[in-house]
C-alpha cells in the first residue's frame, strides 16, 4: 500500500481537554477539513496523530514555511537518469491514496500557496495538477487538517477569508489544571507533586500573557522542564533553562518572570 509508512500503528497518548474527538470524527465522516486553533505546544499536533491512529488513516504531516511553494505540496518534475519524473508532493499523495493530510501552522505559507487546497476543500474534492496536465479527484479516505495560532496573526500573515470558511474549527487551550499535570507525569515520568507544581508555575507565565508575553509556557515547555529535573538538575536551575530563557529575550521580564515563579515554588 503506497501510505503505509504513514500509518500509525501504535496508540498515540492523548488526554481529552474536551468534546474535541467527538468534533473530529463527525468532521472526518463528512470529510470536512478540520482547523485546529491554539497556542503553540498545546496538543494540536499530538491530537491529529491521536486522530489518524483512531481513525485508521494514515497521516501525512508538513509544516508549512514562508518559501513553500504550491509545488512543495502538489509535486514537481525532477531529473532523474532516466528523464523528468513527475513526483507527488504531499497533498497530492495523501489526495491520490487515501489519508490525513497535516498543513502544520498553515499561515507561515504565502496566501498563493495555501490557494492550491481549496478545490479539494469543497465539494469538487479534486486537486488539479496544472504542471502534470492531470485533474486528481480525492480518495474517499482523504482529509485535510490545518493547524493556526491565533496568536501569531498579522494582517499580512492571516488567512485568507475564503480559506478560512472552509474549515471546520476546534479550539485548543491549555488544558484544565489536573488534566495538565497528568499530561506532564504522563510525558516527563514526573511524580505528580513536581507535575502540579509545573502547571502552577506555568499559570504563572500565562499570566504575563500581554503583559511582556506573547505566549505564556506550553505544556511542551513544562514536560521538557520535567525532564530536565529527572535527569538531575535542580528544579530552579531547570525552570530557568526550560521556561524562563526560552520565553522571552528581555531582561526585564525574564525577571518578573522569575520573580512570578519563586512566588510559587
Ligand atoms: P502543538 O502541535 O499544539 O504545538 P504538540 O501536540 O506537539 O503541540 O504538544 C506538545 C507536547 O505536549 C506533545 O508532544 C505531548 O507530549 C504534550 N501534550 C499536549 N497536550 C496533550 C494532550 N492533550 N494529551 C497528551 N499529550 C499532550
Not at 134 to 141: G, R, T, Y
Request: hydrophobic share 40%; proline share 7%.
Amino acid at each position: 500500500m503506497p501510505l503505509d509508512a504513514y500509518r500509525i500503528n501504535t496508540e498515540p497518548y492523548y488526554e481529552p481537554q474536551d468534546t474535541e474527538i467527538d468534533i473530529f470524527t463527525a468532521a472526518y465522516s463528512e470529510r470536512l477539513p478540520v482547523m485546529l486553533k491554539g497556542p503553540t505546544g498545546c496538543g494540536k499536533t499530538r491530537f491529529v496523530e491521536h486522530m489518524a491512529w483512531r481513525l485508521g488513516k494514515p497521516l501525512i504531516t508538513v509544516a508549512a514555511h514562508e518559501d513553500m511553494t504550491a509545488a512543495d505540496l502538489a509535486g514537481r518534475y525532477l531529473l532523474e537518469p532516466s528523464g523528468t519524473v513527475w513526483h507527488d508532493g504531499p497533498l497530492t499523495q495523501a489526495a491520490r491514496h487515501g489519508g490525513i493530510c497535516y498543513l502544520d501552522e498553515i499561515v507561515e505559507a504565502r496566501q498563493d500557496t495555501t490557494v492550491v487546497i481549496h478545490p479539494l476543500t469543497d465539494a469538487r474534492r479534486i486537486l488539479p495538477l496544472e504542471k502534470h496536465n492531470e485533474i486528481v479527484p480525492a480518495h474517499a479516505d482523504f482529509q485535510l487538517t490545518i493547524s493556526y495560532n491565533p496568536g501569531y496573526q498579522s494582517a499580512v500573515k492571516d488567512l485568507k477569508e475564503s480559506t478560512k470558511q472552509r474549515f471546520i474549527a476546534i479550539d485548543f487551550g491549555y488544558p484544565p489544571p489536573s488534566t495538565e499535570s497528568t499530561i506532564i507525569a504522563r510525558e516527563s515520568g514526573a511524580d505528580s507533586d513536581l507535575a502540579t507544581l509545573l502547571v502552577r508555575i506555568a499559570e504563572r507565565s500565562r499570566n504575563l500573557q500581554g503583559h511582556g508575553l506573547d505566549e505564556g509556557a506550553s505544556t511542551r515547555m513544562l514536560i521538557h522542564t520535567g525532564r530536565m529535573v529527572r535527569a538531575g538538575l535542580p528544579l530552579a536551575a531547570a525552570v530557568r533553562a526550560g521556561i524562563v530563557l526560552p520565553i522571552t529575550d528581555n531582561p526585564d521580564i525574564r525577571a518578573a518572570l522569575t520573580d512570578a515563579i519563586a512566588a510559587c515554588v
